[in-house]
């Protein structure tokens, strides 16, 4: 199947079209997802949700000749939202909940008791 046939399969969200977009892409862009994010597991969950977004309604390139690049685009933007998401998790203290931060100036001060002078 041809990306042209593909195309017209996700624009019709028709399964066959989802498939061959699979068959075709998939190796390639698992490859990818594993150059950036190094981890095999979250690699292919990446791959999942690059083909559960080229599923949903919408969004499809109208030339066939940018399908290839727009599931790229895909696969790129969820690598680089996980190595974020990884990111805040790993700058997180691991004694201080979430969202429980400190503001610099914003400390409480001591109580120190006043000399009376």
């Given amino acids: 199947m041809e990306d042209g046939e593909i195309l017209a399969g996700l624009e ?3 399964p066959a079209g989802l498939a061959a977009a699979y068959d075709r892409y998939a190796a390639p ?6 150059w950036m994010l190094r981890d095999p597991g979250q690699a292919a ?4 949700e690059t083909f559960t977004i080229a599923a949903k309604d919408g969004g499809a390139p109208k030339d066939a000749g940018q399908l290839r690049a727009w599931l790229y685009g895909i696969t790129r933007d969820q690598s680089y939202r996980r190595l974020r998401t990884a990111e805040r998790a790993s700058t997180r203290s691991p004694t201080r909940p979430a969202g429980k931060t400190t503001r610099p100036g914003r400390a409480r001060r001591p109580s120190w008791p ?3 002078g």
Avoid: E, M, Q
Wanted: net charge positive; charged share 40%.
């Fill in 12 to 14: 019709a969200r028709d």
């Fill in 114 to 116: 006043r000399s009376g």
């Fill in 29 to 34: 862009l698992y490859g990818y997802c594993r």
């Fill in 45 to 48: 969950k990446v791959l999942r």
